[in-house]
């Protein structure tokens, strides 16, 4: 497995996403991930699956010092009570402190210096062994370092071959931290796509592998696919086999001219225009 430094953090290239896995199907998929060889597992407080991924993380048989696990705490928790409260809840569904504390989205109404203490002081609390941010544009992220007594490890972004994060990820890079994609698959559009379809049958792979493997064949990038099927875990964890030349690899982020974005509300930041 590939693994990512990160300002003292080692995060699987490779992890496993749990939205809309809930209940005993998000207990089971974690369980079967960490058994076909995830080590990188991500989970959000909105998710509200907390305590069942927690569950497949124990119930797995995984030593929990291999797994790397990730939690996120959502922006209506980011004054400095209501986020250690949050974060403290976390700990207790999980059962176990988690790799990865990240501040879900950016809050419009609450002021970042207040969340960034609260996200430090959870950490020096032992409520996460590590810190970040999800969804955070450069002017944010630059604040938010700035305003963090302690390094952030991760940010983590939509980024598939539909769209460009090419002015967001070298100051990720400037930073010393890993990026987390999401949405890696854009929800599985991508397996219609006609140039990485192309790809994928010269390496006799599928799009999505494909897809995935052009994200973390990226320096300093990891993808987190989700799937509700033991199969396609099985599948998307073929990405760590093969590599894409550097002429696949250009005529995918030829792509991300599309710039198709998918998780995008009204209380999503003003996004980083593309370099
Ligand atoms: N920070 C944030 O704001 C944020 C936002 C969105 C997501 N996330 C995280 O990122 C993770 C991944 O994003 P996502 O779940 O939204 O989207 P995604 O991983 O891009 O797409 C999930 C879809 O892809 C399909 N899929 C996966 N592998 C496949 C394969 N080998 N063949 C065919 N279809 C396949 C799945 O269907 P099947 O179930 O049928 O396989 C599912 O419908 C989430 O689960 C979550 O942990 C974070």
């Known amino acids: 497995m590939t693994i990512i430094q990160a300002n003292g953090a080692s995060i699987p290239a490779l992890g496993f996403g749990t939205y809309q896995l809930t209940g005993s199907l998000g207990t089971d998929m974690v369980a079967t991930a960490l058994n076909l060889g995830y080590r990188h597992i991500d989970t959000a407080r909105m998710y509200e699956n907390e305590a069942e991924v927690g569950k497949g993380v124990m119930t797995s048989g995984v030593p929990r010092e291999e797994i790397f696990l990730t939690t996120k705490i959502w922006p209506s928790d980011f ?42 002081e959870a950490q020096q609390r032992g409520l996460t062994r590590f810190i970040g941010v999800s969804n955070f544009t450069i002017p944010l992220l630059r604040l938010a370092t700035e305003l963090s007594p302690i390094p952030l490890v991760n940010n983590q972004i939509e980024y598939h071959p539909y769209l460009s994060q090419d002015a967001l990820l070298p100051f990720h890079r400037k930073l010393g931290i890993a990026t987390t994609a999401h949405c890696p698959s854009a929800r599985g559009k991508i397996m219609d796509e006609p140039v990485i379809r192309e790809i994928a049958e010269a390496h006799g792979m599928n799009p999505i592998q494909v897809g995935l493997r052009w994200l973390i064949q990226q320096e300093g990038v990891a993808a987190i696919p989700r799937t509700s099927s033991e199969k396609n875990a099985k599948s998307n964890l073929k990405v760590l086999d093969f590599q894409l030349t550097d002429e696949e690899m250009r005529k995918i982020s030829a792509l991300r001219s599309t710039n198709y974005r998918i998780c995008d509300f009204e209380f999503s930041p003003v996004w980083d225009a593309a370099a």
């Open 79 to 120: 004054g400095h009570d209501d986020f250690l409260r949050s974060a403290k809840q976390s700990v207790k569904n999980l059962g176990t402190v988690p790799d990865l504390l990240l501040l879900h989205w950016p809050s419009k109404s609450i002021p970042l210096d207040e969340t960034m203490a609260a996200l430090a």
